[in-house]
């Protein structure tokens, strides 16, 4: 998650779901059993072909499903998927059989067609895809991706309406979990073609959806929606829920509001907020594979296209100060990309994260050092203007302020201006290179230390700072060809190394979700990697 348009990668920026709805709530809808989750930005588009924003996947996630969806304790179980199936051909190739009783929320039958449909469509250039990396490994998808061959080739075949046949690359280890993210879920062809590639996901009476719920009441550019149960979906024995609400909401000070007095069942805070209720009997600290991190243009002609400048920005940011004085809801400061969490080396028995950590502390003294260097390196007269760009949210502007203070205070001629964009703004300034800093953050899609490094691969749609190192790379492709654990584990190593020592990025802070939590509500299916399943939850 993920740039997501952000990037996974549009925009993402921080904190993602809200419960909204509690007492008023219910008792306003008589008999009908409801909550309502916020989200900190618009959901501008449910084409999970070529989006790939937090309140796209969120939504998604509650209304759609894939071959697999993750359970309670984060392992693939049986969605469209009747079972869950072990490859053939040494790992290389597999065969799905799609549940007989899956249907559209219009009543069109769930086919195999539909998920060769949706994948094809994931590459297809004329789609304008920006997910494509996280098809690596499908048979021809590099080759696709690279432009070297037709997105009909991808390795997926319907072989009968039920019968859906996957072909691999080479064997890939987190498969099982990778098929369960949001860009993997099928397309009803028929309903896609009769009203449009471009129309389609645009609006609530232009989606349709398998999973437990439909999408009702959203126009495409209203911030408030409704998601009704889907009386076609195959286990809806299962869903205890009528309705859930969305609306957006980023100021984390009226989640807090919105709570106490009773219209919130699941409040995500932040910053002051947070800071102030850390021993609030309702509040309850969600791990994430989430990692906060800014984005380093490093474009010919940039500041930070210098190694140098780049390792003394970053030396000169005291994350410890930022999470504890800032943040200061349970947030950690980053040493490595990857986060704390989300895989433990096999071969170890070690925390990926952990084990490839350097330190996070700042060395103002070694910094200067370096940028003086960086300076005369790039010909520079003793002055280098720079930008930070981000969202619009609270904590978003909190950060930039503080980021910005670091640097001017400490490094000579640094001259740091912010711009604080609503989505589609920060999109297109990150798109088209104009922002020296770009703040943004990767939560994980599915648990693997791959699916953080695999973004910042030359030329990936989730690289807009144009990070690119062939060493990097080799390793990355390495690793997803790796014939054993041991191997596959090393490459990874090598490459989180590999980002550190070049400072491809900077790692701010692991972020560490704050909710009040309605006692009341239960069964909410709290991710660490991925985004949370509300479809079986109850109030």
């Given at each position: 998650m993920k740039n997501r348009s952000k990037w996974l990668l549009g925009t993402f920026a921080l904190i993602t779901t809200i419960v909204l709805a509690g007492c008023g709530n219910n008792s306003s809808q008589g008999s009908k059993k409801s909550i309502a989750l916020m989200q900190t930005s618009d959901l501008?588009?449910?084409?999970?072909?070529?989006?790939?924003?937090?309140?796209?996947?969120?939504?998604?996630?509650n209304i759609s499903e894939g071959l697999y969806r993750l359970n309670a304790k984060d392992q693939p179980v049986p969605a469209m998927a009747t079972k869950i199936e072990k490859p053939t051909a040494k790992g290389t190739q597999y065969t799905f059989h799609i549940r007989k009783n899956a249907k559209w929320s219009n009543g069109d039958p769930v086919t195999a067609a539909d998920f060769e449909y949706s994948w094809k469509r994931s590459l297809n250039p004329k789609n304008n895809p920006v997910y494509t990396y996280i098809f690596s490994g499908i048979k021809n998808a590099d080759a696709i991706i690279a432009g070297k061959k037709s997105y009909q080739t991808l390795g997926i075949k319907a072989t009968g309406e039920k019968t859906l046949t996957i072909t691999l690359d080479h064997p890939m280890a987190y498969f099982n979990k990778l098929v369960a993210m949001p860009v993997f879920m099928p397309q009803d062809k028929k309903f896609v073609e009769k009203i449009g590639t471009k129309a389609y996901g645009t609006s609530?009476?232009?989606?349709?959806?398998?999973?437990?719920?439909?999408i009702t009441g959203w126009t495409g550019t209203n911030s408030k929606y409704t998601l009704v149960k889907n009386s076609h979906y195959w286990d809806k024995s299962a869903i205890k829920l009528d309705?859930?609400?969305?609306?957006t909401v980023k100021d984390a000070n009226t989640a807090h509001?919105?709570?106490?007095?009773?219209?919130?069942?699941?409040?995500?805070?932040?910053g002051v907020t947070a800071k102030s209720l850390?021993?609030?009997?309702?509040?309850?600290?969600?791990?994430?594979?989430w990692t906060y991190y800014l984005q380093l243009n490093q474009r010919k002609?940039?500041?930070?296209?210098?190694?140098?400048?780049r390792e003394a920005v970053s030396l000169v940011i005291d994350k410890q100060q930022l999470v504890s004085k800032v943040l200061a809801d349970g947030s950690t400061p980053a040493s490595s990309f990857v986060s704390p969490g989300t895989a433990t080396d096999p071969t170890t028995g070690r925390d990926f994260s952990k084990e490839t950590s350097t330190t996070y502390k700042p060395n103002v003294k070694k910094a200067q050092q370096l940028w003086a260097e960086g300076l005369k390196e790039t010909g520079s007269n003793g002055t280098v203007k720079m930008s930070i760009i981000g969202d619009d949210q609270d904590v978003t502007k909190n950060v930039a302020q503080f980021v910005q203070s670091q640097i001017q205070e400490n490094l000579k001629g640094a001259k740091v201006d912010i711009s604080n964009l609503p989505d589609k703004g920060f999109a297109d300034r990150k798109t088209n290179g104009q922002f020296t800093m770009s703040q943004w953050y990767w939560l994980a899609d599915f648990a693997d230390p791959i699916n953080y490094l695999g973004i910042l691969t030359s030329g990936n749609t989730m690289n807009p700072g144009h990070y690119s190192d062939k060493t990097y790379d080799s390793l990355v492709d390495k690793a997803k060809a790796a014939p054993t654990q041991a191997s596959y584990w090393k490459y990874l190593r090598q490459a989180e190394n590999r980002l550190q020592d070049q400072t491809g990025i900077i790692p701010l802070y692991y972020v560490k979700e704050?909710?009040?939590?309605?006692?009341?509500?239960?069964?909410?299916?709290?991710?660490?990697?991925?985004?949370?399943?509300y479809t079986r939850s109850s109030k």
């Open positions: 501008t588009s449910l084409d999970n072909t070529n989006q790939a924003t937090m309140p796209e996947f969120n939504t998604l996630t609530a009476k232009n989606t349709v959806s398998n999973g437990a719920f439909k309705e859930i609400n969305y609306q509001n919105l709570f106490t007095s009773g219209k919130l069942d699941d409040a995500t805070i932040s850390q021993k609030n009997k309702d509040l309850k600290q969600v791990p994430k594979a002609g940039q500041p930070m296209a210098n190694q140098k400048l704050s909710h009040l939590v309605n006692p009341k509500l239960s069964g909410v299916e709290y991710h660490v990697a991925g985004f949370a399943d």
